[in-house]
């Protein structure tokens, strides 16, 4: 049974450039979330999804940050133009009608 | 507001010795509370969970006892492994009538096991 799929797993740009992480959820959940994962910040929710409807995004730091959901099985987060202070880990995760949340397996980005 | 404190890391412990990881919340009404295990690259995965007071939730030697009058929720393990090294963070998801399923995380605590 397939978890949550994130790709890339790693991904490194410059600064400026558009970067867009992508996340397939486990096949039948419901809500989709994003996090970012610094040393600093510790675990933050950026986003969350329920039947492919935000329902939260106050924690998206800046309009130089998107998500989007266009159907069950796929997520996007852009962020663009991006900066280096952006370099993080981003983890996607899923669950369905009970509170416990699956992650993938991260994306880490840096952005020089 | 709904949050959850967690003990200070790091911890190094020498193989076979106890394990306690100190979890306090803050809610209204009757939340769920995780502990997620974090390996070394990978994501966070659940450890284990308890959905309402006195449940003892357990996984892989790991136990966490829903303590409502002292609104705790500690990870214990009576000997740890070399492989037990991770960082474990408390978890817990209110009672939210729009159904909701958000997870407030503590801060992580990372745990060293040395042979």
């Known amino acids: 049974d397939a978890g949550v799929i994130q790709s890339p797993r790693h991904e490194v740009t410059e600064m400026g450039q558009e970067v867009t992480l992508r996340c397939k959820p486990i096949s039948g959940h419901d809500y989709l979330f994003w996090y970012r994962q610094t040393m600093m910040r510790g675990l933050e929710l950026l986003i969350y999804?329920?039947?492919?409807?935000?329902?939260?995004d106050s924690g998206m730091p800046e309009d130089r940050f998107s998500a989007k959901m266009p159907n069950a099985s796929f997520s996007t987060l852009k962020i663009q133009p991006s900066e280096p202070r952006d370099s993080a880990v981003y983890f996607c995760?899923?669950?369905?009608?009970?509170?416990?949340?699956?992650f993938g397996p991260g994306t880490r980005l840096t952005v020089l | 507001g709904d949050s959850v404190t967690q003990m200070e890391g790091p911890v190094t412990l020498s193989e076979e010795a106890f394990l306690t990881i100190n979890c306090t919340y803050t809610?209204?009404?009757?939340?769920?509370l995780f502990w997620y295990v974090q390996y070394p690259g990978e994501g966070l995965q659940l450890l284990l969970k308890a959905t309402k007071a006195d449940d003892k939730g357990s996984n892989k030697g790991f136990e966490a006892t829903y303590r409502k009058e002292t609104t705790s929720f500690h990870l214990e393990k009576g000997s740890v492994q070399v492989s037990d090294s991770a960082v474990y963070f408390c978890?817990?998801?209110?009672?939210?009538?729009?159904?909701?399923?958000?997870?407030?995380f503590g801060t992580g605590t990372r745990l060293t096991v040395i042979p």
């Open positions: 995760a899923s669950s369905s009608r009970t509170p416990t949340q699956y």
């Open positions: 978890a817990l998801s209110p009672l939210d009538q729009t159904g909701a399923n958000n997870l407030f």
């Open positions: 999804f329920n039947n492919n409807v935000p329902i939260d």
């Open positions: 809610a209204t009404g009757y939340p769920s």
